[in-house]
């Protein structure tokens, strides 16, 4: 039996402190909304954008799969594992924080916003070792078709975590349809629209809305107009 929630894109908390406008999906910080707690393993989805020069200083995270998705300028990130890296839109980064580490994050221009995705997922594995891994993703891949960026494989495209979820970005053109097969029996698909308009399984979604589908093997997916958007295939029970 198919279920559906549909997450339209002015339902999500926001919270806007100046130099971080975030939109949270689910609850998050200050904003707390009961039925939007999580989705399967998906604990969190953060639509941010952080002004010139600014970020977040060093904060712990433990057992958590945490993958940052910048869309637009760069973003500076440095952990306790001694890594420090600029990460820019097209690239990916992933870190198991497992036992535990701390990071921070900043806009290291001094002319230019920051906008990326932030997305937390239960792992399947606790207390693990923590790491660190980023990765330059080829956009021109998901021109028409979806890009897988994320596995549980480290021998598979994009980067990898703890957990049995696959991420998968589009960029198609208006009139472009494609179908997804669910990765794993038990998993759900939870679809975050960037920009356009597309429709899932017959729901229609705007710039930065969401839908979350479970119960069914198969997503039919069309651009209605040139339309971005990220699939999130993760486990309804985890």
């Given at each position: 039996?198919?279920?559906?929630v549909?997450?339209?894109?002015?339902?999500?908390?926001?919270a806007?402190?100046?130099?971080?406008?975030?939109?949270h999906?689910?609850s998050?910080?200050?904003?707390?909304?009961?039925?939007?707690?999580?989705?399967?393993?998906?604990?969190v989805?953060?639509?941010?954008?952080?002004?010139a020069?600014?970020?977040?200083?060093?904060?712990?995270?433990?057992?958590?799969?945490?993958?940052?998705?910048?869309?637009?300028?760069d973003?500076?990130?440095?952990?306790?594992?001694?890594?420090?890296?600029?990460?820019?839109?097209?690239d990916i980064q992933?870190?198991?924080?497992g036992?535990?580490?701390?990071?921070?994050?900043?806009?290291?221009?001094?002319?230019?916003?920051?906008?990326?995705?932030?997305i937390?997922?239960?792992?399947?594995?606790r207390?693990?070792?923590?790491?660190?891994?980023?990765?330059?993703?080829?956009?021109a891949?998901?021109?028409?078709?979806?890009s897988?960026v994320?596995?549980?494989?480290?021998d598979?495209e994009?980067?990898?975590?703890?957990?049995?979820a696959?991420?998968?970005?589009?960029?198609?053109?208006s009139?472009v349809?494609?179908?997804?097969?669910?990765?794993?029996e038990g998993?759900?698909?939870?679809?975050?629209?960037?920009?356009?308009?597309?429709?899932?399984?017959?729901?229609?979604?705007?710039?930065?809305?969401?839908?979350?589908?479970s119960?069914?093997?198969?997503l039919?997916?069309?651009?209605?107009?040139d339309a971005?958007?990220?699939?999130?295939?993760?486990p309804m029970?985890y």
């Amino acid at each position: 039996m198919e279920n559906i929630v549909l997450h339209k894109a002015d339902t999500r908390g926001n919270a806007n402190h100046g130099w971080l406008n975030a939109y949270h999906s689910f609850s998050f910080a200050s904003w707390y909304n009961p039925d939007r707690i999580q989705f399967g393993a998906l604990r969190v989805l953060n639509d941010d954008t952080i002004a010139a020069g600014m970020g977040f200083g060093t904060h712990p995270h433990d057992n958590m799969e945490i993958i940052t998705i910048p869309l637009e300028g760069d973003l500076a990130h440095k952990d306790s594992m001694g890594n420090t890296e600029v990460i820019k839109n097209g690239d990916i980064q992933v870190m198991s924080a497992g036992t535990g580490i701390q990071h921070s994050e900043f806009n290291p221009n001094a002319d230019q916003q920051t906008k990326l995705l932030q997305i937390w997922l239960f792992p399947n594995k606790r207390n693990v070792t923590p790491r660190y891994q980023q990765i330059t993703l080829d956009v021109a891949d998901r021109h028409n078709k979806l890009s897988q960026v994320l596995s549980p494989n480290a021998d598979d495209e994009g980067v990898w975590i703890h957990q049995d979820a696959w991420f998968n970005m589009g960029n198609f053109d208006s009139g472009v349809t494609a179908e997804y097969k669910i990765k794993k029996e038990g998993n759900g698909v939870y679809a975050f629209v960037l920009k356009g308009n597309v429709t899932i399984n017959g729901q229609e979604l705007n710039s930065r809305d969401a839908v979350g589908i479970s119960g069914t093997d198969t997503l039919n997916i069309k651009a209605n107009t040139d339309a971005e958007f990220l699939l999130m295939d993760i486990p309804m029970n985890y």
